[in-house]
């Protein structure tokens, strides 16, 4: 474990990447301490990341880094699903081979209400994510990353649209399916001012 940097607000930040690192920090933690939990690049088995979803000093961590894990979507769920994970703000998943399957029960997990930030870059995500991530169940939802994934037009239509009512101000759809011919009338959705898209 090691202190990464110091928040805006003036909460430490502090770094684990083992269950056994938070256990050890986590009766230490300041009360508004922002945990990131890195588990890049590991290889658990199912069975050690449905255990790891079933602690409960989770509850301390605010981001939480998956990215290149491949853990698949069942394992994933199990742990993105933790009800230990309320306080989660934010979701790396950048090629960690999961599908919408994972976007839907993220919808309906603990920290759905919560959630900020999530990045989806490099998987299997087809339109079918677009209607979840739009949804008022990721209702903090501020900044999606669906760069390198199997999203159409059609799905970044519904996203772009539903920035009108949501808190969600930064999406990217580069190196998506959306066609060069259909960026202009996507970039021509109605959007808040403040609302970035990348094509």
């Known amino acids: 474990m090691r202190l990464a940097h110091t928040a805006a607000k003036g ?5 684990v990447r083992s ?3 938070l256990e050890l920090v986590a009766p230490e933690l300041p009360r508004d301490a922002h945990v990131y939990f890195s588990l890049q690049c590991q290889s658990l088995e199912e069975q050690e990341v449905a255990a790891l979803g079933r602690a409960p000093q989770l509850q301390h961590v605010r981001t939480l880094d998956m990215s290149l894990a491949e853990f698949g979507d069942d394992a994933t769920r199990a742990l993105v699903t933790s009800p230990h994970l309320s306080g989660l703000e934010g979701l ?3 090629k960690s081979g999961v599908t919408e399957a994972t976007v839907e029960a993220l919808a309906e997990a603990p920290c759905a209400a919560g ?10 995500v087809q339109d079918g994510a ?3 991530i739009a949804s008022a169940k990721l209702e903090s939802l501020t900044m999606v990353d669906l760069s390198s994934t199997y999203l159409t037009a059609k799905g970044a239509a519904t996203i772009i649209a539903s920035m009108r009512d949501s808190a969600l101000r930064q999406v990217s759809f580069r190196q998506s399916l959306v066609r060069a011919e259909e960026r202009q009338a996507l970039l021509a ?8 898209i990348e094509l």
């Open 11 to 15: 909460s430490a930040v502090f770094e």
């Open 19 to 21: 269950l056994a690192e």
């Open 130 to 132: 677009a209607a979840v």
């Open 189 to 196: 959705i109605d959007r808040p001012k403040d609302a970035s």
């Open 115 to 124: 959630l900020r930030l999530l990045n989806l870059c490099g998987n299997f």
């Open 92 to 94: 790396h998943l950048w």
